[in-house]
């Protein structure tokens, strides 16, 4: 089943507690994105990479990183420097930077508490 | 700046009704367009984009670059049609990212 995978669906962590979200992608794409999905607020870019080994910082980068070290996988981590990281997150991809269609993951809802 | 506004965040119709799901956006080239639903408990997806001119599960949206508008329409609301609707614009540069709206959540009543 091709697609955009997400993990895990929930994730609780305490505050001050770095956490990684994981998203992977067997459609070859090789633009990949994450976005903060909050209610009244749509979807917020946070970090987005167009190729392996490179990454841009998005509106909303501040307190979360990325790596892309391979051209499937593209984790986030919510580190403690994220003010607000109870969110849901949603990772997406497409098959370069200039195609039209994001394909989305189910998305990760984090809790911190 | 380029901007996607959607003005309602709650529209509710009943069913057999005519809904419109308003878009706005700001751009300053040839904008390219796409509505993407989000049904509960599933992933967000394409619906349509302007650039094909279809009309999917029966909703059709028509560029309107005088007014810079790209309504979402469909002549009779059914319920399977209640979802998170999020109307996004691709922007300019060399990444074209897209940009949402902050979405219209559409309830469609019996």
């Known amino acids: 089943d091709g697609g955009i995978t997400q993990s895990p669906k929930y994730l609780f962590r305490k505050e001050g507690q770095n956490v990684t979200l994981s998203c992977e992608q067997n459609l070859n794409h090789d633009a990949m994105y994450w976005y903060r999905q909050d209610p009244g607020q749509g979807l917020r870019l946070i970090y987005y990479s167009q190729i392996v080994n490179d990454f841009q910082k998005g509106d909303i980068a501040e307190g979360y990183s990325v790596s892309r070290e391979k051209k499937e996988s593209f984790p986030l981590t919510v580190t403690s420097a994220q003010k607000n990281p109870t969110a849901f997150y949603l990772c997406?991809?497409?098959?370069?930077?200039?195609?039209?269609?994001?394909?989305f993951g189910q998305g990760t809802r984090l809790t911190v508490v | 700046a380029q901007r996607v506004t959607q003005p309602e965040k709650l529209l509710s119709v009943f069913k057999g009704a005519p809904v419109e799901l308003k878009c706005n956006y700001s751009y300053s080239g040839s904008p390219e367009l796409f509505w993407y639903v989000q049904y509960s408990r599933q992933r967000l997806q394409l619906l349509l984009r302007h650039i094909s001119r279809e009309s999917i599960k029966g909703f059709t949206a028509d560029l309107n670059k005088g007014e810079t508008s790209f309504h979402l329409k469909k002549p009779f609301a059914q319920e399977e049609d209640s979802a998170m609707y999020y109307c996004a614009l691709r922007g300019g540069g060399s990444q074209g990212n897209l940009i949402f709206g902050k979405g219209t959540k559409l309830s469609v009543k019996p």
């Open positions: 997406a991809s497409r098959v370069g930077q200039g195609a039209a269609e994001a394909f």
